[in-house]
């Protein structure tokens, strides 16, 4: 369970002032796809910053399992990055001159898991997206797409609870695209992780249960996909969403 | 993330710049080769003084004058106007000292805290004849001191701390090589046995008139010219033992040695009427027994005497080389400054190339401490391999021409001028990689504090 309550992220003083985030509220059950859709510069990267602890807004609450994750030390906030979440980013950000075995056993190393264990699950992780045989090679080369798949490995090795993609598909071709999507969805109906994706494209978003539009900052409107049994919560929070 | 995964990771990026880490790291290495050149060559002079010293002189010898001057100590050196003093003599460069009298020597043997006393006599000669040669000679000749050690070359030399028979002399290899050169004898071993006389003059005295008179009518112009040229007196002694030139021994190599009671006999021969009688510069003695030479120096000095130990003379040797060492060092320092700046820029650059790495790690939980880690770590891998290689390199080269040096500043077999011992070296990388972590903080400290979303954005 994700609840976002009253978000507000500014940047910049006085006459500079541009609010990225205003006043945003909703909330998500766990095992749900999220798609947040908007255009470039609408906040909409903005909003899954803050929901990763990444970013920290002025005002509003973040709880996930009944924490607020804006409340925690930094300390804390990693902690919680490191084992409980993970990203997909549009541009991968695989390490191109490290194996993939490295590259994919970063996040377990950071959650200081022990290199037997790490083992088991890096290898577990390629082979689900299929990249098995690549284990020694260098990230440098594979195809965009199998970069994209080590990026996918990477952020599911460590079993997050949540897992955010920025644009997962951007800088790839439609089947390739494809491929990732089902990757992701796949993994979401078998593990019950939430799956956040953040896009401008809306023929992805609504492959989601919910889909939450952003504009200017602030909740356009959200769709809740009635026939899917994780959905979003009723009324009173997206009267709350669309003001 | 724990230790060992950092270290490993950071080891990683330094491998994937393999010139920019090495060419890092060299400028490390030429500080390191330069310490470690420095260390080499302090343990290696210490330990050959050690040697020289240990080997040479009795630790319980001391050196004893009346003038502080004499060891840089009590005040300058006098010159010009100034009181007349009885005992005063001038060394060679004409300063004035104050010169041990008799009474002084009689105190100094009364003492129970010394042995072996033995003045150190200013010898001259006029010349000397060596048997097997009608050629004149001449020489310096000095008191035979049985607290250095010789070695000899022909014949044998008495134990450290007994003196030579009253009839024989030293000679130095060098002058029977040159006797050899002039056949006068057949071969060195052959001097050994041979008589030497040395003709010391005493010194005229001013005749009087009536002196003259009666020498002039008793034996004429002849036993005048005697009379001006002053008494004459032959000792012949017996060429005991040539004194080898050794590097490893401290003795004077130039000098005929005499025994003490010899020398003091010609000394006060040759000074008799003079100012000079029995005055002397400087007097050797021991210790006696468990006497610390340390604490009879204490004592000689409120006794109005200065005295050198052994030990004093190792700390006048080790002074010198400490400030050579200091020298050496001092431009090993500089290099390694110069290396820091090196590792800071490269280290900088390093965090703006990987900013996208940093952003990564840190969207996926990892600490800004560690990240800083990773970069502190990267560093002292440079400093590191830094510190080996330029260890290493002169490790080698300095074990490569140990035999050549030793040779060409003929220092004696089994001598080394450069010691490598390997505590100090270890020490040595240690506090490189220390430098190169704290050159590293900065670029670090910058890497930490990378703000993930920054580093993440894409255009």
Not at chain 1, 91 to 96: I, M
Not at chain 2, 18 to 47: D, H, M, N, P, Y
Not at chain 2, 186 to 214: F, H, W
Not at chain 2, 318 to 324: G, H, P, R
């Amino acid at each position: 369970m994700i609840e976002v309550k009253s978000v507000t992220k500014t940047y910049g003083k006085k006459q500079n002032l541009f609010t990225a985030l205003d006043n945003v509220s909703f909330s998500i059950e766990s095992g749900s796809t999220v798609a947040i859709l908007g255009k470039s510069g609408s906040g909409k990267s903005t909003l899954m910053h803050a929901m990763s602890g990444l970013d920290r807004p002025q005002t509003g609450e973040i709880i996930i399992d009944g924490e607020n994750i804006l409340a925690l030390k930094q300390k804390a906030v990693d902690k919680f990055r490191a084992t409980k979440m993970s990203f997909i980013f549009q541009s991968f950000f695989v390490q191109a001159n490290e194996s993939c075995y490295d590259n994919v056993s970063l996040p377990l190393e950071i959650a200081q898991l022990s290199a037997k264990e790490r083992k088991i699950r890096v290898t577990k992780a390629l082979e689900a997206v299929e990249l098995g045989d690549k284990i020694k090679s260098k990230a440098k080369n594979l195809s965009g797409g199998q970069k994209q798949r080590l990026a996918v490995a990477r952020a599911i090795v460590n079993e997050p609870q949540i897992l955010f993609a920025d644009e997962p598909t951007g800088n790839l071709d439609s089947t390739t695209g494809e491929t990732i999507e089902d990757l992701l969805f796949g993994y979401n109906k078998k593990n019950g992780t939430t799956l956040i994706i953040v896009t401008h494209d809306p023929e992805l978003a609504a492959k989601c249960d919910i889909e939450i539009r952003i504009k200017d900052g602030k909740i356009e409107s959200i769709r809740d996909t009635p026939n899917k049994t994780a959905a979003i919560k009723p009324a009173k929070t997206r009267a709350k969403g669309t003001v | 993330m724990i230790t060992r995964d950092i270290v490993r990771r950071a080891g990683r990026s330094l491998r994937q710049a393999k010139a920019r880490t090495l060419l890092t790291s060299l400028a490390i290495a030429v500080g390191a080769f330069t310490l470690t050149l420095s260390i080499a060559a302090g343990e290696g002079s210490r330990q050959y003084a050690d040697k020289l010293i240990g080997s040479n002189i009795n630790p319980q010898a001391l050196f004893i004058v009346k003038d502080k001057t004499l060891f840089g100590e009590g005040g300058q050196q006098q010159s010009g106007l100034r009181e007349y003093d009885p005992d005063a003599g001038t060394t060679g460069t004409g300063v004035a000292i104050k010169q041990l009298n008799q009474g002084d020597i009689d105190a100094l043997r009364a003492r129970n805290d010394l042995e072996n006393v033995q003045p150190t006599y200013q010898l001259s000669i006029r010349s000397l004849t060596i048997e097997g040669s009608d050629k004149q000679y001449t020489a310096d000749v000095s008191a035979y001191d049985s607290t250095v050690r010789s070695e000899s070359a022909e014949g044998s030399l008495p134990e450290l701390g007994t003196q030579i028979a009253d009839d024989q002399v030293i000679m130095p290899e060098q002058f029977a090589d040159i006797l050899v050169e002039q056949k006068v004898v057949g071969s060195k071993a052959e001097l050994v046995g041979k008589k030497l006389t040395m003709t010391v003059v005493k010194p005229s005295t001013q005749p009087t008139e009536a002196e003259i008179n009666q020498i002039l009518t008793t034996e004429g112009t002849s036993g005048l010219s005697k009379l001006a040229q002053g008494e004459t007196k032959e000792v012949t002694f017996i060429v005991g033992a040539l004194s080898k030139q050794s590097s490893t021994a401290l003795a004077a190599g130039s000098a005929l040695q005499i025994s003490s009671n010899q020398a003091r006999e010609i000394a006060e021969y040759t000074t008799q009427g003079t100012d000079n009688y029995q005055k002397y510069l400087g007097v050797t003695a021991l210790a006696k027994g468990d006497a610390l030479p340390d604490d009879v120096k204490a004592a000689l000095d409120k006794a109005g005497y200065a005295a050198q130990t052994a030990k004093d003379l190792q700390t006048v040797i080790f002074t010198v080389v400490n400030i050579l060492q200091g020298i050496v060092a001092g431009f090993g320092v500089l290099a390694l400054l110069a290396s820091v700046f090196g590792i800071i820029n490269t280290q900088y650059i390093s965090v703006l190339e990987r900013t996208q790495q940093i952003g990564l790690m840190k969207a996926l939980g990892m600490r800004g401490r560690d990240v800083a880690r990773l970069f502190r770590y990267e560093a002292a891998w440079i400093g590191f391999l830094g510190g080996v290689i330029g260890s290493g390199t002169a490790w080698l080269l300095g074990t490569l021409l140990n035999p050549w040096i030793t040779e060409t500043i003929s220092l004696g077999e089994g001598n080394s001028i450069l010691i490598f011992q390997p505590l100090p070296i270890a020490i040595l990388v240690v506090a490189l990689m220390l430098v190169a972590v704290i050159a590293g903080y900065f670029p670090a400290r910058k890497a930490a504090k990378l703000d993930p979303i920054e580093a993440l954005r894409t255009e």
